[in-house]
């Protein structure tokens, strides 16, 4: 089964239509996004509605969690609070209610899918080897998924070794048929690792590889639409930076 994984699309219609663009190129068995549809950005319904689309499955991430009153808002940073807020005021009943069926964790074909980490699928940031070992040992199954972190990352665990994690990039493409793995796709919405372009994975299941994918999308509609939208000034000048 070859599976396109989304994560973290935040609001940003932008960089998801950019990627469902690419996605379709490639004509995967299915999509699979692994939660925060909503929150920082400025498209909440748009993105809500390609998901529900395009997505065979999707997760609950923790900004979906703050969008529907399951997590309190002080919980979160200003900027992504208010956020929030915004959010919960212009999202459609029949989104919010969408939303609010969400859950944080699941599985699909033998895979571990979490929006945080298998020990804590809504607040852990699995972004060193040492955590990665931590939720190696706790995850049932032999590869999971995970966002939340907005990096895209793998952490891998050979048979009777310790485990180690890599940053990974566009183009990147791992055999992960040996050994126990974590696999981060990045962020569509709002990447955090430098490179500003959407970024996604790509998993083939019967070769058992995995590919980092990028896809450039009109960042500045984007910026422009969190200003019209009079959300914190950082959400859109972030986007540039991919910070």
Same mark, same amino acid.
């Given at each position: ?19 469902? @663009? ?7 068995? @299915? ?43 002080? @919980?979160? =940073? ?136 990028? =896809? ?17 000034? =950082? ?9």
């Amino acid at each position: 089964m070859l599976v396109a994984i989304l994560s973290d699309i935040h609001g940003n219609r932008h960089a998801l239509e950019a990627v469902l @663009e690419d996605v379709a190129k490639l004509e995967p068995t @299915e999509t699979w996004c692994l939660g925060d549809v909503v929150g920082y950005g400025a498209d909440p319904n748009a993105c809500v509605e390609l998901v529900r689309r395009h997505c065979e499955l999707t997760l609950a991430g923790n900004h979906d969690l703050a969008v529907t009153g399951e997590l309190p808002l002080d @919980e979160f =940073s200003r900027g992504a609070a208010l956020a929030a807020q915004w959010t919960q005021e212009v999202i459609e009943p029949d989104a919010l209610d969408w939303l609010s069926q969400l859950r944080p964790q699941g599985e699909r074909a033998g895979l571990g899918l979490y929006h945080a980490s298998p020990r804590d699928p809504v607040w852990e940031y699995v972004v060193s080897a040492l955590l990665a070992e931590l939720c190696l040992d706790a995850q049932p199954q032999r590869l999971s998924l995970v966002g939340h972190s907005h990096v895209a990352l793998s952490f891998w665990r050979p048979e009777g070794e310790v485990a180690s994690g890599e940053r990974r990039y566009g183009g990147d493409i791992l055999d992960v048929a040996p050994g126990e793995w974590l696999l981060n796709p990045g962020s569509v919405g709002q990447p955090r690792d430098g490179d500003p372009r959407a970024a996604w994975l790509l998993l083939d299941t019967e070769r058992w590889s995995a590919a980092w994918m990028r =896809s450039p999308y009109d960042i500045k509609g984007a910026q422009t639409a969190i200003r019209e939208a009079r959300l914190p000034d =950082s959400l859109a000048e972030r986007l540039q930076y991919g910070q």
